[in-house]
């Protein structure tokens, strides 16, 4: 076979993978296929775009046992939570994200939710300081601080679950399972995280990325 019928071949190859047709004439130069085939292959090997994380229906999120979800407990001093380890997480939700985060209806249920069950605690705004706070010892958790930022990329929407599902031992924050549904859950957590807050908060990555390093180091 000469050089020619080669560089066809392969282009043929090429266009029925659903590859960008280009002409090789250029190529038909090459003294060995061999070299040819190495540059042909630096091209489809090209590293492809990241993923987009999972974000599984509320249902996949309720069909957790809740004792799954590990229970996370207070360390004194320790006020930027820190010492989460989200490598407990069950199954794959490490690594899932929120599905309600942008369904304005769920995030309208959210608020709703987040009056009844939260407010009292961490106030209207999410600043934590409600009426409650008084009796709060640690205080309820400011959903505005730039740590909270980091928790609104996977792994932090399965902490929130988690937290939300099981409480915080050591804290005055309880296990809401009993009085949530999965869904209700999602949704207060979707409103919580799109609580106004600076540019510069929301857009905080420092924490995300060190959740994410607890479970894939």
Same mark, same amino acid.
């Given at each position: 076979m000469n050089e020619v019928n080669e560089v066809t071949e392969v282009n043929e190859v090429a266009g029925a993978r659903g590859v960008h047709r280009t002409s090789f004439t250029s190529f038909t130069s090459i003294t060995s296929f061999t070299s040819f085939t190495c540059l042909l292959g630096a091209v489809f090997l090209t590293p492809a775009p990241a993923a987009q994380q999972a974000c599984p229906r509320p249902a996949t999120w309720a069909a957790t046992r809740d004792t799954l979800w590990p229970l996370f407990e207070h360390r004194d001093g320790d006020d930027r939570w820190a010492h989460l380890d989200a490598s407990h997480l069950p199954g794959a939700s490490a690594t899932w994200c929120n599905p309600l985060a942008n369904d304005s209806e769920a995030i309208r249920a959210g608020r709703s939710l987040y009056t009844s069950w939260c407010a009292s605690c961490h106030g209207d705004l999410g600043k934590g300081d409600g009426p409650g706070v008084a009796q709060a010892d640690p205080p309820p958790y400011d959903f505005t601080r730039p740590e909270f930022a980091g928790l609104r990329e996977a792994p932090g929407p399965g902490?929130?679950? @988690? &937290?939300?599902?099981?409480? &915080? @031992?050591?804290?005055?924050?309880?296990?809401?399972? @009993?009085?949530?549904?999965?869904?209700?859950?999602?949704a207060? &957590? @979707?409103?919580?995280?799109?609580?106004?807050?600076a540019p510069a908060i929301r857009n905080s990555r420092a924490w995300a990325d060190t959740l994410r390093a607890r479970v894939h180091p």
């Open positions: 902490v929130l679950y @988690a &937290i939300v599902t099981r409480g &915080i @031992a050591g804290t005055m924050m309880r296990s809401f399972d @009993a009085d949530l549904s999965g869904w209700e859950r999602l207060v &957590i @979707a409103y919580v995280s799109q609580l106004p807050g």
